[in-house]
């Protein structure tokens, strides 16, 4: 079964920082690109950043460019999200996206909430 599975998210204070974590299982994981998005109750939801199935190549939303970091770690099936000097406008779940042709797979979230 195909599995992304979303962790470390929580509550964190402007100008924090948070890791978040999405290990996969049921694929092959390296062929994959992989993405994080994020939604706000209200609002559709925003492809955050993106990685090569390798590894290398990156792409951010112009919001969290100088903030955020995605990584890949295929020896390990798992991808993750570096989120520093957080803002209250980076409160949204959190999801887990990869990517390969016409398929998608998605995760089941984790909530990030910046607040004072």
């Known amino acids: 079964q195909v599995q992304l599975v979303e962790s470390g998210g929580g509550s964190v204070q402007p100008g924090g920082s948070l890791r978040l974590s999405c290990a996969a299982s049921?694929?092959?994981?390296?062929?994959?690109?992989m993405r994080w998005y994020r939604q706000t109750p209200g609002k559709e939801r925003e492809l955050v950043a993106a990685?090569?199935?390798?590894?290398?190549?990156?792409n951010y939303a112009d919001s969290v460019k100088g903030r955020f970091t995605i990584s890949r770690d295929n020896a390990k099936n798992t991808v993750y999200l570096q989120m520093n000097s957080l803002k209250p406008e980076d409160t949204a779940v959190y999801y887990c996206n990869a990517a390969r042709g016409v398929i998608r797979y998605w995760g089941q979230g984790t909530q990030v909430t910046v607040s004072s």
């Open positions: 049921g694929f092959i994981f390296r062929w994959y690109a």
């Open positions: 990685i090569a199935s390798a590894g290398g190549n990156t």
